[in-house]
């Protein structure tokens, strides 16, 4: 099975940033759209960030002028730089994966059939 490995998490105090990193395979990162999630206990899945295989991006709300999506074709590898972090992003942080001949991106999890089993991310105040 496809398989994705989040990196890069950690604590950290309110106002800084940490960049989050997902590799993957080349016939997955290719045609593929590229989306963050997270989940706080007792909450639903949160949709975050998100760019297609043409570099399209989209974000939630939230996160909006703060985070930044981007993808490194050579690497084949996603990332999520995170700043001005607030302890309400304190999350578990999913990368996921889905190959699509289509521009445009997906904020729906049902989208996305490859996932990484995430990334811990705390912002202390």
């Known amino acids: 099975q496809?398989?994705?490995v989040e990196s890069g998490g950690g604590l950290v105090q309110a106002g800084g940033s940490l960049r989050l990193s997902c590799p993957a395979s080349v016939?997955?990162?290719s045609y593929s759209h590229m989306g963050w999630f997270r989940?706080?206990?007792?909450?639903?899945?949160?949709?975050?960030?998100?760019?297609?295989?043409t570099?399209?991006?989209?974000?939630?709300?939230s996160v909006k002028?703060?985070?930044?999506?981007?993808?490194?074709?050579?690497k084949n590898t996603v990332s999520l730089q995170m700043?001005?972090?607030?302890?309400?992003d304190t999350a578990v942080y999913f990368c996921a994966a889905r190959t699509s001949p289509f521009s445009s991106t997906s904020r729906l999890?049902?989208?996305?059939?490859?996932?990484?089993?995430?990334?811990q991310v705390t912002v202390s105040s």
């Open 2 to 4: 496809e398989q994705l």
């Open 27 to 29: 016939r997955t990162f």
């Open 39 to 53: 989940q706080a206990p007792g909450k639903e899945r949160e949709f975050v960030a998100a760019i297609s295989w």
């Open 55 to 61: 570099s399209i991006v989209d974000y939630g709300d």
């Open 65 to 74: 002028g703060r985070f930044t999506i981007s993808r490194d074709n050579t």
């Open 83 to 88: 700043n001005n972090l607030k302890p309400e």
């Open 109 to 119: 999890p049902a989208n996305y059939n490859y996932w990484g089993q995430g990334t």
